[in-house]
């Protein structure tokens, strides 16, 4: 094949050597798995994955389907929004699924109506004076949660030098106590319906689909986007290039540590309730929805694009399962192998690209 002069010191560029997106393998990957659950559903169960089989409804595809793959998917996608921007500088995060369970019941309690069917609220937290209040209250509440379990996240990254594993687990195990001790174990319910509001019908996709588009644009398009990359691919170099690095990662850790509470509030919102069992296994979801989504573990390479075709991945997996009427902790064995598979598939890229 002919290659192209490059014009500085004889070097020539090979249009076949050009890398592919990363993004571009997770959506081929998404149509894989999307019709082989198609395939398989057509040859074993004589029915349709993606398209209606239905003759009293007018439609092409099953959009009850489509609605539901994405709709499971977003209250955990919020999450791995701020997760991504964690590992892009090179970081992990631990603590968000159990920050989801404390935020969800101290946001629920300032959530809660005075009446429910003409008597008082039999799970009531508070007295009066927290009943009925303006549903800002309660989201900035939670909000304000999130914020300081990543405030102390980020400090103990930034400033102690403790290992992100380290200071985030420790904060997990924290927050999962809290969200237990806070009502005794109890449940906290009966939410006003402006709060209920928030989590129904199709707005946590809604909210997901808003931040993604927002943290793409940051991260592709602002100085702090910038910097998440730099400092993710080497640290030090930032550092010396002026980029302030301990104030960056405090501020990465709190976005995270927000968008945590953010979806505790949506989740809450949309079950109604708040448990202190809320969120358990969401890190590590978020996490995987990130890898599979093309971002790399040691930082620097990743996109909020590839994080949501991640999320996509486990939506279609998660339904495809459940459409070929396969039991639950098959799920978690598949996604198990998925995660391990994105990582040696990450090693194996950096690798080739260090030979190269």
Not at 99 to 124: H, L
Not at 133 to 152: M, Q, R
Not at 291 to 320: E, N
Request: aromatic fraction near 10%; charged fraction near 10%; glycine fraction near 12%.
């Amino acid at each position: 094949m002919a290659q192209t002069a490059h014009g500085i010191g004889g070097l020539t560029y090979d249009p076949a050597k050009r890398a592919k997106p990363a993004e571009l393998n997770v959506f081929l990957a998404l149509v894989i798995i999307t019709s082989a659950f198609e395939l398989i559903g057509r040859i074993f169960m004589g029915d349709s994955f993606l398209f209606n089989t239905r003759d009293n409804i007018d439609a092409i595809f099953n959009w009850q389907r489509l609605n539901i793959i994405i709709l499971q998917v977003s209250i955990v996608g919020i999450i791995a929004l701020g997760v991504t921007q964690v590992i892009l500088t090179g970081g992990i995060d631990l603590s968000s699924g159990s920050v989801v369970g404390a935020t969800a019941m101290i946001a629920m309690s300032f959530a809660q109506t005075a009446m429910v069917n003409g008597s008082p609220n039999p799970k009531a937290i508070f007295g009066e004076w927290a009943m009925d209040l303006p549903v800002l209250f309660p989201i900035l509440v939670g909000l304000a949660c999130g914020l300081a379990a990543g405030l102390i996240n980020g400090f103990f990254v930034a400033y102690t030098r403790i290992p992100p594993f380290i200071a985030t687990l420790g904060m997990m195990v924290f927050a999962r106590g809290l969200s237990r001790w806070w009502s005794n174990g109890n449940p906290v319910s009966f939410p006003t319906e402006s709060y209920a509001a928030i989590g129904k019908g199709m707005m946590p996709v809604v909210i997901f689909v808003t931040l993604a588009i927002l943290f793409h644009l940051v991260l592709n398009h602002t100085r702090y986007g910038k910097h998440c990359y730099a400092i993710g691919s080497n640290e030090q170099a930032s550092r010396m290039s002026g980029i302030n690095v301990a104030r960056h990662k405090l501020l990465v850790y709190a976005i995270a540590g927000m968008l945590a509470a953010l979806a505790a509030v949506v989740l809450s919102s949309k079950n109604l309730t708040a448990q202190a069992g809320m969120g358990v296994m969401y890190e590590l979801d978020a996490i995987a929805m990130a890898v599979i989504g093309g971002i790399s573990l040691q930082g620097g390479r990743g996109s909020i694009l590839g994080t949501v075709l991640g999320a996509l991945i486990f939506g279609v997996i998660i339904s495809g399962f459940t459409f070929l009427k396969l039991d639950a902790y098959y799920q978690e064995m598949v996604k198990g192998a998925i995660i391990v598979g994105a990582v040696v598939l990450d090693q194996w890229r950096q690798q080739r690209r260090t030979k190269g």
